[in-house]
């Protein structure tokens, strides 16, 4: 029997290889051998990335794996609503809200408040998705399907002929206390389907057209079987009679829980495919929801990361900050938005039980003058098959870094100083960057930079990694633009305080003088003398 197939691994001539392919020896400004041996790190560490997305869901779930790495790095809960306690430096910390945002925070232990910044990477834990209904019971030509709404811009067509499945969040009234319980679900196994039309049914056989409201309806079950099956949840059972029993029955049963305990149901529809590596080299990590939570997950590992390091806060000075917002994806109006109060309040209360005193209020506005956001979001990769789509000379390719995006009419929130703090920790963290602009004639999508950059004025640049089919129910990126993101978060930790200093003293010592000219009728009538010149 042949052994298993394993990743290939690369030759001694590699670099022979790619000069005989026309590629440059110097890749992305490393050598061949840099970029292979970051190439198999990228192999490695996407593995966890894979294992993460595949429990990561929904929205719930993202936050629920975050309290649980938090948690492993020494970080305790707290509460918005609850009093809290006098902060200090060498604390950690976290807190949710509605169950999925939430924000980490830490405090170096030379912390000073005059001299402090606050470090803040921002992602989102919502995408694309189809939703059930509050009332989801619809019947058609004998066949049990599901009313549901739209969640942000999908490329709902990509939905159609999917093994589909249900995950979220569902409450139920504990029968023995009658206090409301939140819980996580996931149906792992296939459940439902949204059919196409055959194409024997159609002239239209270059195209595919379909209506949101009457062709996104997932069916799951026939009324004839259905009714064999006889179930009857009983009066007592209230959703039942907006939700179909045998959905609800299959939900308590997997929680183990009365069918008249649930109360309500959040749930979204999803891929029951797994997350994936792809291609010949196992070169391309293929997955749902990739974004934001690529975002996610590379965030939270190197915040888990370096905080697993006992020396990271021992020499840290500043205020360390990880925060998921939800409902991106539809604008981040919401409670747990980015639009929402969420960093700046909690940012707030932080300073205030740190700093005690009448100036503290002026010390947390000055800190946030000092401060730095890195928005992460994911990029658009260059498309072979629309390449017309991409600008010329802002091509964005996998494995060649990560993507600082730029919008001259701040879809996105880089700014030529942002931009320069960015690339300079990308330099000592050893990561290559790649920039990204939308063509003059396409619409430029946005992120939460410009938002939080808006609300708390602290400098804030975009960034995200390349990838395909963005907004797709399967999304395409690679492995090695994963792990330079998470290594460029890393750096901006460890590094951003001192680049800071030493770009801001730059420029207070480097000024440029000039001379005005204008004409002589100017000159005569502000009686200034400039020689004849103009």
Same mark, same amino acid.
């Given at each position: 029997?042949?052994?298993?197939?394993?990743?290939?691994?690369?030759?001694?001539?590699?670099?022979?290889?790619?000069?005989?392919?026309?590629?440059?020896?110097?890749?992305?400004?490393?050598?061949?051998?840099?970029?292979?041996?970051?190439?198999?790190?990228?192999?490695?560490?996407?593995?966890?990335?894979?294992?993460?997305?595949?429990?990561?869901?929904?929205?719930?779930?993202?936050?629920?794996?975050?309290?649980?790495?938090?948690?492993?790095?020494?970080?305790?809960?707290?509460?918005?609503?609850?009093?809290?306690?006098?902060?200090?430096?060498?604390?950690?910390?976290?807190?949710?809200?509605?169950?999925?945002?939430?924000?980490?925070?830490?405090?170096?232990?030379?912390?000073?408040?005059?001299?402090?910044?606050?470090?803040?990477?921002?992602?989102?834990?919502?995408?694309?998705?189809?939703?059930?209904?509050?009332?989801?019971?619809?019947?058609?030509?004998?066949?049990?399907?599901?009313?549901?709404?739209?969640?942000?811009?999908?490329?709902?067509?990509?939905?159609?002929?999917?093994?589909?499945?249900?995950?979220?969040?569902?409450?139920?009234?504990?029968?023995?206390?009658?206090?409301?319980?939140?819980?996580?679900?996931?149906?792992?196994?296939?459940?439902?389907?949204?059919?196409?039309?055959?194409?024997?049914?159609?002239?239209?056989?270059?195209?595919?057209?379909?209506?949101?409201?009457?062709?996104?309806?997932?069916?799951?079950?026939?009324?004839?079987?259905?009714?064999?099956?006889?179930?009857? =949840?009983?009066?007592?059972?209230? %959703?039942?009679?907006?939700?179909?029993? $045998? +959905?609800?029955?299959?939900? #308590? !049963?997997?929680?183990?829980?009365?069918?008249?305990?649930?109360?309500?149901?959040?749930?979204?529809?999803?891929?029951?495919?797994?997350?994936?590596?792809?291609?010949?080299?196992?070169?391309?990590?293929?997955?749902?929801?990739?974004?934001?939570?690529?975002?996610?997950?590379?965030?939270?590992?190197?915040?888990?990361?370096?905080?697993?390091?006992?020396?990271?806060?021992?020499?840290?000075?500043?205020?360390?900050?990880?925060?998921?917002?939800?409902?991106?994806?539809?604008?981040?109006?919401?409670?747990?938005?980015?639009?929402?109060?969420?960093?700046?309040?909690?940012?707030?209360?932080?300073?205030?039980?740190?700093?005690?005193?009448?100036?503290?209020?002026?010390?947390?506005?000055?800190? =946030?003058?000092?401060?730095?956001? %890195?928005?992460?979001?994911?990029?658009? $990769? +260059?498309?072979?098959?629309? #390449? !017309?789509?991409?600008?010329?000379?802002?091509?964005?390719?996998?494995?060649?870094?990560?993507?600082?995006?730029?919008?001259?009419?701040?879809?996105?929130?880089?700014?030529?100083?942002?931009?320069?703090?960015?690339?300079?920790?990308?330099?000592?963290?050893?990561?290559?960057?790649?920039?990204?602009?939308?063509?003059?004639?396409?619409?430029?999508?946005?992120?939460?930079?410009?938002?939080?950059?808006?609300?708390?004025?602290?400098?804030?640049?975009?960034?995200?990694?390349?990838?395909?089919?963005?907004?797709?129910?399967?999304?395409?990126?690679?492995?090695?633009?994963?792990?330079?993101?998470?290594?460029?978060?890393?750096?901006?930790?460890?590094?951003?305080?001192?680049?800071?200093?030493?770009?801001?003293?730059?420029?207070?010592?480097?000024?440029?003088?000039?001379?005005?000219?204008?004409?002589?009728? #100017? !000159?005569?009538?502000?009686?200034?003398?400039?020689?004849?010149?103009?």
């Amino acid at each position: 029997r042949r052994p298993p197939r394993s990743t290939p691994k690369p030759s001694s001539a590699a670099s022979d290889v790619y000069k005989r392919q026309g590629i440059n020896a110097e890749y992305m400004g490393f050598s061949i051998r840099q970029g292979m041996e970051a190439f198999k790190i990228g192999q490695d560490f996407s593995k966890k990335i894979i294992d993460n997305l595949n429990l990561c869901v929904s929205p719930y779930h993202v936050v629920e794996l975050a309290k649980k790495k938090l948690g492993g790095c020494g970080f305790q809960e707290i509460k918005e609503s609850e009093p809290w306690t006098k902060l200090v430096p060498g604390c950690k910390y976290y807190l949710t809200r509605n169950l999925t945002s939430l924000m980490a925070f830490s405090v170096g232990e030379k912390f000073d408040p005059k001299t402090a910044t606050m470090k803040v990477v921002a992602t989102h834990t919502d995408s694309p998705v189809l939703k059930f209904s509050p009332n989801a019971k619809m019947q058609k030509a004998g066949y049990l399907q599901s009313s549901v709404q739209l969640y942000g811009g999908g490329i709902w067509h990509t939905w159609f002929d999917r093994d589909l499945t249900l995950a979220g969040k569902i409450t139920i009234k504990n029968s023995s206390t009658n206090a409301l319980e939140t819980r996580l679900f996931h149906y792992k196994d296939a459940l439902l389907r949204i059919p196409t039309l055959a194409i024997h049914f159609t002239r239209s056989y270059d195209k595919f057209e379909f209506n949101l409201e009457q062709h996104l309806r997932p069916l799951f079950a026939t009324d004839v079987v259905d009714k064999m099956a006889g179930l009857d =949840l009983g009066a007592d059972c209230e %959703l039942a009679t907006r939700q179909y029993p $045998a +959905i609800v029955k299959l939900v #308590a !049963d997997e929680l183990k829980v009365a069918p008249k305990e649930i109360v309500d149901m959040d749930l979204n529809l999803i891929d029951t495919q797994a997350a994936s590596f792809l291609g010949v080299h196992k070169e391309f990590i293929s997955a749902p929801r990739m974004d934001n939570q690529i975002s996610c997950q590379c965030g939270m590992e190197a915040f888990s990361d370096l905080h697993s390091k006992p020396d990271f806060l021992k020499n840290d000075g500043d205020l360390n900050i990880f925060i998921m917002f939800d409902h991106e994806e539809i604008g981040s109006k919401s409670l747990q938005g980015a639009l929402s109060n969420f960093l700046t309040e909690i940012t707030k209360r932080i300073f205030d039980k740190i700093v005690s005193g009448p100036d503290s209020n002026d010390l947390y506005w000055a800190a =946030l003058r000092r401060s730095f956001l %890195l928005s992460a979001d994911l990029a658009h $990769a +260059i498309n072979p098959n629309y #390449a !017309d789509k991409h600008q010329d000379v802002h091509p964005v390719h996998m494995h060649k870094g990560v993507v600082l995006k730029t919008n001259m009419n701040m879809s996105y929130a880089t700014d030529s100083v942002s931009g320069l703090i960015l690339k300079e920790i990308a330099k000592k963290s050893n990561v290559p960057i790649q920039d990204f602009v939308v063509k003059c004639d396409s619409l430029c999508g946005t992120t939460v930079g410009p938002l939080l950059c808006t609300n708390t004025g602290i400098k804030t640049v975009d960034i995200g990694i390349g990838q395909l089919s963005m907004h797709s129910i399967r999304e395409l990126c690679g492995t090695t633009d994963c792990f330079y993101y998470y290594k460029l978060m890393m750096g901006f930790y460890s590094d951003y305080h001192n680049i800071d200093k030493k770009i801001m003293m730059c420029q207070s010592q480097h000024h440029i003088t000039c001379l005005l000219y204008t004409s002589d009728a #100017a !000159d005569e009538g502000l009686g200034v003398d400039l020689g004849g010149r103009r």
